[in-house]
C-alpha cells in the first residue's frame, strides 16, 4: 500500500526553519500500530494523519516518535498548508475534528494561515522543596517563577518556568534527567519563557517535551495556547508577537480570543513523496 506524505516546515516561510512535520492525508483510517511506526520511521515531533467526513472537515490525529498526543498545533497548520496547496485549492477554511475538539485553520495572505485553537490557563506553581534547584542543575539555571498549565495528555501537564530575559532562555541546556524530575510533579514537559527583551518580539520561549519523546520541539503551536493568555495578561496587550528560540527557530502571531487563541504563521514545503507500507 502507498502513501502520500509531506514534509512541511511550519511556522517559518523559509526550509530548514520552523518545526517540521510529517503529513499524511488517508482515504480511511489505518490500525493505530502502523501510524505510530509510520511516526516513528518520520522520526519528526509529530506526524499528522488526517481523513476527509464533510466537504471541508477532516479527522485529524497526532503521532510523535513514540506515542499519539492529544495536541499539535504546528502539525495543523502543516496539514491545513497541504489541503490548500495541493488536495482543494479552492478551499479557504480546514476544520479538524481532534482529541481536543474542532480546531480551524483558515487561508490568509502572504502564505500566512490562521489557527484557532483552545487556550489553556495557567496557575502559580508551588514547587515541592528542592524541586527549583534539581530544576537548575539539570537545564542550567533556576527561573523566577513557575506556574503549571493543565496540559498535556496521559494524565501531564506543562511545567511553565519564567527566565527574566531572552538569553537565558537560549543559554539553557536540558541533560537527560528533566523527564524524571517532571514527572515528579506531573508534567511531561517544560515551557521556558521569557519577555521579548527587544522589538519586534514580545515573548520568546523553548519546549522541553522528554516524555512524548521531544527531547525539544523546535516550534510549538500548542505550547502558545498556554503562553499566550499568560503574556498578554502580563504585558496588557491582546496581540503578540512571539519567537521560539530553538536552533531552527520560528515566529508566531498570537492573539487572545476569548476562551481561544488565534496563532498565525507560514509554512514552507520541504519534501512530497510516497509511503511503501507494504503488500496492500
Not at 137 to 155: I, M, Q, R
Not at 235 to 250: F, H, I, M, T, V
Request: proline letters at 7%; glycine letters at 12%; charged letters at 15%.
Amino acid at each position: 500500500m502507498k502513501l502520500k506524505l509531506w514534509q512541511i516546515d511550519a511556522f517559518t516561510d523559509t526550509v530548514f526553519g520552523g518545526n517540521p512535520a510529517g503529513v499524511v492525508p488517508l482515504d480511511r483510517w489505518l490500525d493505530a500500530k502502523m501510524m505510530q511506526a509510520i511516526a516513528a520511521e518520520n522520526n519528526q515531533a509529530e506526524t499528522a494523519f488526517f481523513a476527509p467526513n464533510a466537504s471541508g472537515s477532516f479527522d485529524l490525529r497526532w503521532f510523535t516518535p513514540t506515542s499519539e498526543v492529544d495536541l499539535c498545533g504546528h502539525a495543523t497548520l502543516a496539514s491545513a498548508y497541504v489541503i490548500f496547496r495541493f488536495l482543494d485549492p479552492s478551499l479557504k477554511e480546514a476544520r479538524f475534528q481532534t482529541r481536543s475538539g474542532e480546531l480551524v485553520v483558515r487561508r490568509g495572505v502572504n502564505g500566512r494561515n490562521s489557527m484557532t485553537m483552545p487556550a489553556a490557563s495557567a496557575a502559580p506553581f508551588q514547587a515541592p522543596p528542592g524541586f527549583v534547584a534539581a530544576l537548575a542543575k539539570v537545564v542550567g539555571s533556576a527561573p523566577d517563577e513557575l506556574h503549571y498549565a493543565e496540559k498535556g495528555g496521559a494524565g501531564t501537564g506543562a511545567l511553565i518556568g519564567v527566565w527574566s530575559t531572552p538569553d537565558a532562555i537560549k543559554a539553557l541546556t536540558p541533560g537527560s534527567g528533566l523527564e524524571a524530575l517532571l514527572l515528579t510533579v506531573k508534567a511531561g514537559s517544560l515551557i521556558a519563557t521569557a519577555p521579548g527583551g527587544s522589538n519586534p518580539y514580545d515573548m520568546v520561549s523553548r519546549f522541553f517535551a522528554p516524555y512524548f519523546g521531544v527531547p525539544e520541539d523546535p516550534v510549538t503551536g500548542s505550547a502558545h495556547t498556554a503562553l499566550t493568555p499568560f503574556w498578554t495578561r502580563r504585558l496588557g496587550k491582546n496581540r503578540l508577537l512571539a519567537r521560539q528560540a530553538s536552533s531552527r527557530g520560528g515566529d508566531l502571531g498570537c492573539t487572545l480570543d476569548g476562551n481561544h487563541v488565534i496563532l498565525e504563521g507560514a509554512c514552507a514545503l520541504y519534501l512530497a513523496g510516497e509511503i511503501e507500507t507494504g503488500p496492500g
